[in-house]
């Protein structure tokens, strides 16, 4: 029983496909690896970190990360290097430009748009009293009553 409660709290912790070959000596270089990995984009997974997939392209930027680092790049050089390589595409967090406004304006806009349309579509659907019946009306329903 506790060897399958302990593998179930393992399997709730981060896996990351960084192999022991990838690592870097140095605890701090290998820490901003990490947090530059975390926050770019697998071309192959998509939806992944290059920082968790296993794939052999995030393994190639994920050493291409740590060449630069080693090189001595700061943070940012190193995001940007990559940025110039494969496009913003692989930052997993899109940066707020001219180009990616629409990104980040649309999902508010239209959650906004979506919850004003719901408001108006329910007081449309109000109920109105009936209009009275015509003089014509009137004695048709009479007659009705009558039959």
């Known amino acids: ?7 179930l ?14 690592i870097l ?3 701090a270089l290998e820490q901003r690896a990490r947090a530059i990995s975390s926050g770019l984009r697998c ?9 968790d997939s296993d794939a052999d392209l995030a393994r190639d930027l994920r050493i291409l990360v740590r060449e630069r680092l080693v090189a001595g790049d700061t943070d940012k ?3 940007q290097y990559v940025v110039d390589r494969y496009g913003e595409y692989v930052l997993l967090n899109p940066r707020l430009s001219g180009h990616t406004l629409i990104l980040w304006i649309a999902a508010p806009v239209l959650l906004i748009g979506g919850i004003g349309w719901i ?3 329910r007081r449309r659907k109000t109920v109105q009293a009936p209009a009275e019946l015509t003089a014509e009306e ?6 009705l009553e009558r039959d």
């Open 25 to 27: 000596p140095d605890a």
């Open 9 to 22: 709290l393992l399997m709730g912790l981060p896996v990351h496909a960084v192999g022991p070959d990838e």
């Open 77 to 79: 050089e190193v995001e």
């Open 1 to 7: 029983m506790r060897l399958v409660l302990a593998a």
């Open 119 to 121: 408001v108006l579509a």
């Open 138 to 143: 009137q004695a048709a329903l009479a007659n």
């Open 43 to 51: 071309l192959v997974c998509q939806n992944q970190s290059i920082d």
